[in-house]
């Protein structure tokens, strides 16, 4: 079969296409196979890989556009997965600069990891001689976050980072916030919480590239939702995002139900930010996906009632936690 691997030599990006018996593929794992270029066709090609175990989170590439961990992909697996095709595609993480082949930089992703400070301040004054204890369920609040190895999958496949990575951190990197600012030990969680809330806390799209990719399981979308719950818990309920959360809150419960796309920008934005997107409006209202007299209102969906319970029910339980 065809093993298409995108190359990038510092200057110049382009493809190289390996002609290997698919017998020789099926048995190994994607790091395998890469080993195996390597080794017997070709001594150029840079990739990164250390422990083989899936606990370092070296080796993570893309196939076909999609994101694994190169030392846990079993190949007769992925073939399986598209189909047992005759040719594949393997490229370097997406949302990275390439340095080299399948080689990426991780410096500004690790600047971004140092800025959340993830660590714990513990009161050294309570401590016993046995140490500083957590129970089994406080540790499992934040013990599949621990799982994460750092291999970059999640960031790769982030499409919020590739529309627009300037106003945003990693996956990865608010997975890390998370650990830090729910472990029960820690005394200074708004440490955490003030750096992620500025530097994208509230940009997250809500895809779930992260928790489809991640080779842990780990969802870094539903570690972002508890940050921002915690955040507005913690008072700092200021800002465009607290204000949509709201405002859709506010439509779910007070109003019909059904989220009203008007009342939703005016609310989260206010009148004047929307004047600038008078355009969009008007191209959603042409195709049908806004009704401009849904900003008077609307019909309650059917079994609102039972939605205003359920919500009101999940509020109740959460204030006795």
């Not at 859709?248 to 009148?271: H, Y």
Request: glycine residues 6%.
């Amino acid at each position: 079969m065809q093993i298409i691997i995108d190359r990038f030599d510092g200057k110049n990006k382009y493809e190289k296409s390996y002609e290997i018996a698919k017998e020789v593929v099926e048995p190994i794992t994607l790091l395998g196979l890469l080993q195996y270029i390597k080794q017997n066709l070709d001594i150029t090609l840079n990739f990164t890989a250390a422990c083989r175990m899936a606990i370092c989170g070296a080796c993570a590439v893309r196939v076909n556009g999609h994101s694994y961990l190169a030392c846990d992909t079993k190949m007769n697996e992925l073939l399986a997965e598209y189909g047992n095709p005759e040719s594949i595609r393997i490229s370097p993480l997406g949302n990275f600069r390439v340095v080299s082949d399948l080689v990426v930089d991780w410096e500004p992703a690790i600047e971004n990891l140092t800025k959340i400070k993830p660590g714990i301040v513990t009161d050294t004054s309570n401590i016993s001689k046995e140490g500083c204890k957590q129970s089994q369920a406080q540790v499992n609040v934040i013990k599949k976050s621990w799982d994460c190895i750092l291999c970059g999958a999640c960031a790769s496949e982030c499409n919020k980072l590739e529309a627009d990575a300037s106003d945003y951190m990693e996956p990865f990197v608010f997975v890390h916030a998370y650990r830090s600012a729910f472990d029960s030990r820690n005394l200074k969680p708004d440490a955490h919480l003030k750096t992620v809330i500025d530097n994208g806390l509230w940009m997250c799209v809500k895809c779930q590239e992260c928790a489809d990719r991640c080779p842990k399981g780990i969802s870094a979308c539903a570690d972002i939702t508890d940050l921002r719950i915690m955040a507005i818990q913690k008072g700092f309920d200021e800002g465009m995002g607290p204000d949509h959360a709201e405002a859709f809150l506010t439509d779910l419960v007070d109003g019909s139900g059904r989220l009203n796309e008007i009342k939703l920008a005016l609310r989260s934005e206010g009148v004047i930010k929307n004047m600038g997107k008078l355009d969009i409006a008007a191209n959603l209202m042409l195709a049908g996906k806004m009704n401009p007299l849904h900003v008077f209102g609307e019909e309650d969906i059917e079994g609102h009632d039972d939605l205003v319970k359920m919500i009101n029910a999940a509020r109740k339980a959460a204030s006795k936690e």
